[in-house]
């Protein structure tokens, strides 16, 4: 009897949601964090570091898997994976926002914006690098920087933040980027302390004239997290109907290339507490999904037995690396917050791309 009335009841709910109106998706904001290199033997390693403390990312709802194959190469750049996780296709190594043919392909926060949704990037390497050049541009080549921070210029995007000044500012054609930003509305910053009292509008903050510095070389560890904080801020305030932004903890990767541990570690912490303030915001705003990945794996870490397992970290635990390059092994995506329960699974990296464009009801069902 009460199977019946339950389902009578929903039966009606599903009348009502059909009848009235157009469909609202529900999920309103995406936050994308992508940690660049962090595979699965980055993230355990960091958590065996802190004696099995969990990362902030393991509050996920939800897991899945990703393969990362490139459309040329079994193992990634983080040019083709950042466009495949941008735009939902696979291209070649190098590429920017450009399928195999080298013809444009539209990206999820392009998509986004069309529809009215405020969008941003934010990074922890230059702005114009690889992983956010993926969710702005559209090049044959990811090493084409100043052609990358003109697009970024046209495309007219809600906030950006990371390094890049050079790209912007003392480019070889002798432009001044930021003097169009500041036409357009731009609040232009070169210190994050520049945009305390902004919480709204157009945002272009460029921090570093190319990398930003690691942890390790002093970059302050209440960077991306306040960077990510800002974001969500001033995004939420530049459009009622939601956004998309898209945060990159971009230097785990450069861990992997030299095959430092320490790097590695200090750089995955602080992305995890980047997304600490997104899981905090997800939980305070319904209708947020958060989904945290990688693009690839660096290094080709593994965490072998040591000679005296089980005693302090440094002491006990081997890292050992593979290689100085990309690995090709699957990726973790953890998801948070509503919609989370569509990154349930193993999938292709432009998948993840898919989900979302349907989840913010900008690609048919
Ligand atoms: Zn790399």
Request: proline share 3%; glycine share 10%; charged share 25%.
């Amino acid at each position: 009897m009460k199977k019946i009335a339950k389902s009578l009841l929903l039966g009606a709910t599903a009348l009502v949601a059909v009848s009235c109106c157009q469909k609202e998706p529900e999920v309103k904001n995406i936050i994308f964090m992508i940690g660049d290199g962090m595979g699965l033997a980055q993230t355990s390693a960091t958590a065996l570091i802190n004696d099995w403390e969990p990362l902030n990312m393991e509050r996920a709802d939800y897991i899945g898997l990703q393969k990362t194959y490139s459309a040329n190469n079994r193992v990634t750049d983080s040019a083709a994976s950042g466009t495949a996780l941008a735009t939902g296709h696979k291209t070649y190594n190098s590429a920017i926002g450009v399928d195999v043919d080298k013809n444009p392909v539209a990206n999820t926060r392009e998509l986004a914006q069309a529809a009215g949704y405020a969008t941003g990037v934010v990074a922890t390497y230059s702005v114009t690098n690889a992983t956010p050049a993926a969710f702005v541009a559209h090049v044959e080549s990811r090493y084409l920087e100043d052609k990358i921070a003109e697009q970024f210029v046209e495309a007219d995007i809600d906030l950006f933040i990371g390094g890049g000044t050079r790209f912007f500012k003392e480019r070889r054609d002798g432009k001044d980027l930021t003097e169009d930003l500041k036409a357009e509305g731009y609040t232009v910053a070169y210190d994050m302390a520049e945009l305390e009292g902004v919480t709204e509008g157009k945002v272009a903050a460029l921090l570093a004239p190319n990398a930003m510095p690691t942890i390790g070389q002093g970059r302050s560890k209440d960077y991306l997290p306040g960077a990510t904080a800002k974001a969500l801020e001033v995004l939420s305030n530049n459009s009622k109907k939601g956004f998309f932004v898209m945060i990159e903890g971009s230097q785990i990767d450069g861990g992997g290339h030299d095959n430092n541990m320490v790097k590695i570690y200090e750089e995955t912490v602080d992305f995890d507490n980047a997304v600490k303030v997104a899981f905090d915001f997800a939980d305070e705003h319904p209708g947020t999904l958060v989904v945290v990945t990688a693009d690839h794996e660096t290094g080709g870490l593994s965490i072998v037995s040591g000679k005296s397992d089980f005693t302090l970290p440094e002491q006990g635990v081997k890292y050992e690396f593979g290689t100085t390059g990309h690995s090709a092994i699957m990726l973790p995506v953890y998801a948070y917050g509503t919609g989370a329960e569509e990154f349930a699974g193993v999938m292709e990296n432009t998948d993840i791309a898919k989900k979302m464009q349907k989840l913010l009801g900008l690609i048919e069902e």
